[in-house]
């Protein structure tokens, strides 16, 4: 039997929240194509020319804000997966069904650890089988397919290439939804309910959605099961995507514009949920809970909460299992 192994990936983070570490990781991303896909030639004048200069400085000061003693949020949430999630397969698979041991490594898009490191880890251990789950709930190209070319591109040189099996999204999967129904469950269990309930994803450009990627739907789907399951009536919630970057239409409402306009109408309490960051992040850490909050009650509402990432939950945990166990050859 095939020595298996997984590969836990997210989109990556800087090494440190100063301006030098965030401008060597925006430039790694900001080259991706599948990210920017203007005119190299136009786009490389501005983003040496401008982004890299401006945008540095600004990032690292919303970095610092949340950074823990261990490191970006981001990195150490996924060390704690990988690190439940191994435990959780040492137990229960024992019975040496998937072979002797099944090790799991993680490997970030953009930055460090990479794909190529982790790719190797695997590799050092004996793997000849790697599942690779890219920790997106909902594919898009910029995310799920950046992290296909990167995987791609490491074994482009090597004589031995593994045989690969990815997971594209599981914006739908029974387990996933019922772990975020269960997230708000628990929250409005300890801070009671609020007038809205609102899904805010991060967003991509609209042509993304124009040229056939199937993010925005994956996410109104999401949305939309997670609202069934909560029973919650159609004034009761939304959907919204923030994080916009340039100059082109991202895909719409935009966060923190209905955020403006609920204030201003009079909502005044509201509640919300990001699912489609597996793990809490400068974007939800920074940008939703604490700039959009701000927005929020700038704007005359009292009430705003943010609800925790599934980070190493149990329940998301055991959502990471099956989409593996789904996947291993016995
Ligand atoms: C969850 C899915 C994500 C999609 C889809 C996505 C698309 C996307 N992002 C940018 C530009 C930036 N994103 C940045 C941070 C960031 N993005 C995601 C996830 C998705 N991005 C995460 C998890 C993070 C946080 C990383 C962390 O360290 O905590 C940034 C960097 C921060 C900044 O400069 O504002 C940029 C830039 C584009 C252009 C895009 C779709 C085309
Ligand atoms: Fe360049
Ligand atoms: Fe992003």
Request: some cysteine.
């Amino acid at each position: 039997m095939k020595k298996q192994g997984v590969l836990l990936c997210n989109l990556g983070t800087p090494d440190e929240p100063t301006p030098e570490a965030v401008r060597r990781y925006l430039a790694e991303f900001l080259h991706d194509k599948r990210v920017v896909s203007i005119s190299r030639w136009i786009w490389c004048i501005i983003l040496h020319g401008i982004v890299l200069r401006v945008r540095p400085g600004k990032v690292a000061k919303a970095y610092k804000k949340i950074w823990l003693k261990e490191g970006s949020p981001l990195l150490v949430i996924t060390q704690k997966q990988r690190q439940k999630l191994q435990n959780e397969i040492n137990e229960r698979f024992v019975d040496q069904r998937y072979g002797k041991h099944v090790p799991v490594e993680i490997a970030m898009a953009y930055g460090n650890p990479s794909i190529s490191n982790g790719l190797q880890a695997l590799k050092n251990q004996g793997c000849e089988r790697i599942i690779v789950l890219p920790l997106y709930p909902q594919y898009s190209s910029a995310t799920t397919a950046s992290i296909f070319d990167r995987v791609a591109k490491h074994f482009k040189n090597e004589f031995y290439v593994p045989e690969i099996t990815y997971v594209g999204d599981y914006h739908d999967h029974p387990h996933y939804i019922h772990s975020l129904v269960r997230s708000v469950e628990r929250f409005r269990e300890q801070h009671g309910d609020s007038q809205k309930l609102l899904f805010s994803f991060h967003g991509v450009p609209e042509r993304f959605s124009k040229k056939g990627d199937p993010y925005e739907s994956q996410c109104r789907k999401t949305a939309d099961l997670v609202v069934k399951a909560l029973g919650l009536a159609e004034d009761e919630y939304a959907v919204s995507f923030q994080s916009r970057f340039g100059k082109e239409e991202w895909v719409k409402p935009y966060t923190d514009e209905l955020l403006t306009s609920w204030a201003k109408e009079g909502v005044e309490s509201v509640q919300v949920i990001s699912p489609a960051f597996s793990a809490d992040c400068l974007e939800t850490l920074e940008e939703l809970a604490i700039e959009n909050r701000d927005t929020f009650i700038e704007n005359g509402g009292s009430d705003y909460q943010y609800i925790p990432a599934l980070n190493d939950d149990r329940g998301h945990i055991e959502l990471m299992l099956q989409l593996i166990e789904q996947r291993l050859l016995t």
